[in-house]
């Protein structure tokens, strides 16, 4: 199993990026799917995620400025981020949990996890 996240980069503020994640290996179009993030210094932290079925849960920091999304036959999940800021900048990493609905918060309650694209913006 394998997740690769792409689509990381530099950008100004108030730019936008959309960050993808490929799964290959297994199906996951029946399990939720995340995207977390970790700044310098800090710890993981939860940003968005998808349920198979298309319901989103997002961090409140980034409501209304980030849209989650996924294509189950590509087994792909999205993160589109609009309006960033430099607060924003950290490492993301997509993460695949084994619950078929329930959305968790949790990094601890995913197992599997991509490599992480980094994402800086400037002010």
């Known amino acids: 199993v394998q997740l690769q996240a792409s689509g990381g980069g530099l950008v100004q503020s108030g730019g936008s990026l959309k960050l993808s994640c490929v799964a290959s290996?297994?199906?996951?179009?029946?399990?939720?799917m995340a995207w977390f993030r970790q700044a310098p210094g800090k710890e993981r932290e939860f940003t968005a995620a998808i349920t198979s079925g298309g319901r989103t849960e997002y961090e409140d920091s980034v409501e209304g400025r980030f849209t989650i999304s996924r294509d189950n036959p590509k087994n792909t999940v999205y993160l589109q981020m609009n309006s960033l800021k430099p607060e924003d900048t950290a490492v993301y990493y997509c993460?695949?949990?084994?619950?078929?609905?329930?959305?968790?918060?949790?990094?601890?309650?995913?197992?599997?996890w991509g490599q992480g694209t980094q994402v800086t913006v400037s002010s």
């Open positions: 290996g297994r199906t996951f179009s029946a399990y939720v």
């Open positions: 993460g695949v949990s084994r619950s078929f609905g329930r959305i968790y918060t949790s990094g601890s309650l995913y197992t599997y």
